[in-house]
C-alpha cells in the first residue's frame, strides 16, 4: 500500500498518486502492446511548414494505394499484402483527418484546379494504420499484421520539454540574452522596451501582464515568418495556442529576474513565475506523460530550405532548435522492462523535406547539411543506443527535373507550378502556369551555409530563394503521390518490423 505521510504538500500528494495510476495506466497498454509484438508508435513532429501533415497523408496513400515504394524492402519483396486504416485508439486525442488532407492534396472532388497543401499541424492528432504481410523468417514466418499508431504534433511542442528543468528566473534570463543577439533585436525591441518600464517587485495587474505576454508573442511570431524564419523559439504553445489563448497560462513572459531573488507576494515577478510552473504542470507535462513518452520511433523533418533562404542566422538558430529537440528524446534500445516502465525511442530519423526544390544532384549536399546540422546532438543521441539516419526527401514530389540552354550551357532545371504571388526577379506567377527554374547548387561544404555562401547561380552569385511550388496533378484522385525517398524513410521507421 502507498502511503503519504504528509499534511503540509497534500496537493503534491494527489497530483503524485495521479501520475503514478497513469503511469501504471500506460505501462497496462504497453505490456498488452509487446505481448501482441505487432504494434508501433510511431511519432511525426518537425518545427511548422516542415511538411509533417503531408508525410503523413503521403504515407497512408501510398501504402492504402499501393504506390512504388522500392526500397521498402517488404514491397519490393511481395511480401507487403495490404494496407488499411483502422478506428483510432485514443478517444481524448483528435483524429488525423486523413480523408480531408487527401483531397486537399488532389483537388478531390473539385478536380486537379482545387488542388492545394492540406494546412499545418496546430495540435496533437493520432491515425491507426494496420500493415499485412508475409514474415520472411523467423518462429512466426507467415502472415502477419503491423498496427501503427502514427501520432502527429507541432515540433514546437518538443522545444517546450527542456524547459521542465528550468526555473522561472532561468528562463528569463535565456529568452532575454537570446533577443538581445543581432538577428533578433529589431524585432524584439518593442517587447524590450516595454520590460524596461517594469519592476518584478510591484504589484501584480491583469492589464501588465497582457500587455507583456502580447508583446512577447508578437516577438515570437516576428521571428518566425518567413523573413527570419528563426526556430528556437519558446514557450511553443505561444505560436499555437490552440484553445488555450487568452488563458492565463499563456499570459505571462520573462522578466528580468535574479535567481533565487525573494518576490513579495501578489508582485508582477511572483505571478509570472505562477503562470510559468502553471504552465510547464498543465501543458508541458501532460504532454510529455501521455503521448511523448509512450513513442516507439520518431521522424523529425526539417525544413532547412527556408532557413538557407534567411540566412547564416537562421541556419545557426535552426542547430540549436534541433539539438534541443534530440536532448528531449527518451532513446535508447527497447525491451520489456523499458517499454514497460520507461518507454523509450530506438530510431530517430531526421529528414530535411522539400527536395523535390532542387534538382537530384544538389540532394546529397541539402542532406549534407543537416548532418551538419545535428551532428553535436547526434553524438550525444547514439552514445545511448539510439539508431539515427539523415535523408534529404520530398513526401510529395511537386516537380520534376529538365535541362534548360542558357547562354550556351546546359542547366539542371526543375519544372512546376509556383503558389500564385511568387516571385522571381520580376517575374509574378498566377499559380496555374509551369514554369522552368534553376534553383541553383547548395555548396559542396555544408560548413558554408553557416557562413553566408549559398546556392551557385549562373552568375556565379549565391542566391537563396526557393519557390513555392503547388502540389502536382495525379491521373485521378487515387493516383499514389509522387514521393522522393518516402520509401527510404519507412524502410529505417518500420523495415525491420516487416522482417
Do not use: C
Request: charged share 25%; proline share 6%.
Amino acid at each position: 500500500m502507498l502511503r503519504w505521510k504528509t499534511s503540509r504538500h497534500k496537493g503534491f500528494a494527489l497530483t503524485r498518486i495521479s501520475d503514478l495510476a497513469q503511469d501504471a495506466r500506460i505501462a497496462a497498454r504497453s505490456l498488452a502492446d509487446y505481448a501482441r509484438s505487432g504494434s508501433l508508435r510511431l511519432g511525426v513532429t518537425g518545427l511548422s511548414r516542415a511538411g509533417k501533415t503531408v508525410f503523413i497523408t503521403a504515407l497512408v496513400h501510398n501504402l492504402i494505394g499501393g504506390g512504388r515504394l522500392p526500397v521498402l524492402q517488404a514491397q519490393a519483396q511481395g511480401r507487403l499484402i495490404g494496407a488499411r486504416l483502422e478506428h483510432q485508439p485514443d478517444d481524448a486525442v483528435p483524429s488525423f483527418a486523413y480523408e480531408d488532407h487527401l483531397a486537399a492534396l488532389t483537388g478531390g472532388t473539385e478536380g486537379p484546379s482545387a488542388r492545394r497543401w492540406p494546412q499545418s499541424t496546430r495540435q496533437i492528432s493520432q491515425l491507426r494504420l494496420t500493415l499485412e504481410f508475409e514474415r520472411a523468417s523467423g518462429w512466426r514466418k507467415g502472415r502477419s499484421e503491423l498496427t501503427i499508431d502514427i501520432v502527429d504534433y507541432p515540433g514546437e511542442w518538443l522545444l517546450d520539454l527542456p524547459l521542465l528543468d528550468k526555473t522561472y528566473a532561468q528562463w528569463s534570463h535565456e529568452t532575454l540574452e537570446a533577443s538581445a543577439a543581432a538577428a533578433r533585436a529589431t524585432l524584439a525591441a518593442p517587447f524590450r522596451g516595454y520590460l524596461a518600464t517594469l519592476d518584478p517587485a510591484t504589484p501584480f495587474t491583469e492589464e501588465v501582464a497582457r500587455k507583456a505576454a502580447d508583446l512577447f508573442t508578437a516577438y515570437l511570431r516576428g521571428a518566425k515568418a518567413d523573413a527570419y524564419a528563426l526556430s528556437a523559439l519558446t514557450p511553443g504553445r505561444f505560436l499555437m495556442p490552440g484553445d488555450l489563448e487568452g488563458s492565463p497560462a499563456l499570459t505571462f513572459s520573462p522578466l528580468p529576474m535574479q535567481e533565487g531573488a525573494a518576490l513579495p507576494v501578489g508582485s508582477l515577478g511572483a505571478l509570472m513565475e505562477r503562470r510559468f510552473e502553471a504552465y510547464k504542470s498543465h501543458i508541458v507535462r501532460p504532454f510529455f506523460r501521455d503521448h511523448f513518452a509512450r513513442l516507439d520511433r520518431q521522424i523529425v523533418l526539417v525544413d532547412a530550405l527556408s532557413a538557407l533562404n534567411s540566412g547564416p542566422a537562421a541556419v545557426r538558430d535552426l542547430e540549436t532548435a534541433l539539438s534541443d529537440v534530440l536532448q528531449a528524446f527518451r532513446t535508447g534500445r527497447s525491451n520489456l522492462l523499458t517499454q514497460l516502465f520507461r518507454p523509450r525511442i530506438d530510431r530517430i530519423l531526421f529528414a530535411a523535406t522539400k527536395a523535390d526544390h532542387l534538382h537530384h544532384t544538389s540532394h546529397d549536399q541539402l542532406e549534407a547539411i543537416l548532418r551538419h546540422l545535428v551532428a553535436r546532438a547526434i553524438a550525444r543521441a547514439q552514445s545511448g543506443g539510439v539508431e539515427i539516419d539523415v535523408i534529404a526527401m520530398a513526401a510529395v514530389r511537386a516537380t520534376r527535373e529538365a535541362s534548360v540552354r542558357l547562354g550556351g550551357k546546359d542547366l539542371a532545371a526543375i519544372v512546376g507550378t509556383p503558389q500564385a504571388g511568387e516571385r522571381l526577379g520580376d517575374d509574378v506567377f498566377d499559380g496555374e502556369t509551369e514554369a522552368a527554374i534553376f534553383p541553383g547548387e547548395l555548396p559542396a561544404d555544408p560548413r558554408a551555409a553557416f557562413r553566408g555562401e549559398g546556392l551557385g547561380t549562373p552568375d556565379g552569385d549565391a542566391d537563396y530563394r526557393f519557390l513555392r511550388f503547388r502540389p502536382p496533378v495525379t491521373k485521378t484522385p487515387d493516383a499514389p503521390l509522387p514521393h522522393i525517398r518516402l520509401d527510404r524513410a519507412l524502410q529505417f521507421l518500420l523495415g525491420d518490423k516487416l522482417a
